[in-house]
Nanobody, 125 residues
Framework: VQLQASGGGLVQAGGSLRLSCAAS????????SGWFRQAPGKAREFVAA????????YYADSVRGRFTISRGNAKNTAYLQMTSLKPEDTAVYYCAAGAGIITTALMSDNQYDYWGQGTLVTVSS
């Protein structure tokens, strides 16, 4: 499985962006797609995740209510709709995918087997 993230850019505070993560290869129902981000000088952190089977979603507290993760009907693309963006959302955003991740481990980046190359989101104040 290869992942390709896109959609990053420069946006003013309060604005919106939608990130996409296209997967090539076969995504099985047991897979989970996730978004992580890494700001300069900080560790990579969990943003959101979605189960391909059933569509359950999970969010970091810092983005809940502002970001929405979803998947395409073809099951090979995941999206992250980001609204009410803040300067502290500035980071490189990575999409990831993994199989058989239990709910309590969704926020751990070492649970994900496949990673995209990252896309930069810059929010100006």
């Amino acid at each position: 499985v290869q992942l390709q993230a896109s959609g990053g850019g420069l946006v003013q505070a309060g604005g919106s962006l939608r990130l996409s993560c296209a997967a090539s290869g076969r995504i099985f129902g047991s897979y989970t797609s996730g978004w992580f981000r890494q700001a300069p000088g900080k560790a990579r952190e969990f943003v959101a995740a979605i189960r391909w089977s059933g569509g359950s979603t999970y969010y970091a507290d810092s983005v809940r209510g502002r970001f929405t993760i979803s998947r395409g009907n073809a099951k090979n693309t995941a999206y992250l709709q980001m609204t009410s963006l803040k300067p502290e959302d500035t980071a490189v955003y990575y999409c990831a995918a993994g199989a058989g991740i239990i709910t309590t481990a969704l926020m751990s980046d070492n649970q994900y087997d496949y990673w995209g190359q990252g896309t930069l989101v810059t929010v100006s104040s």
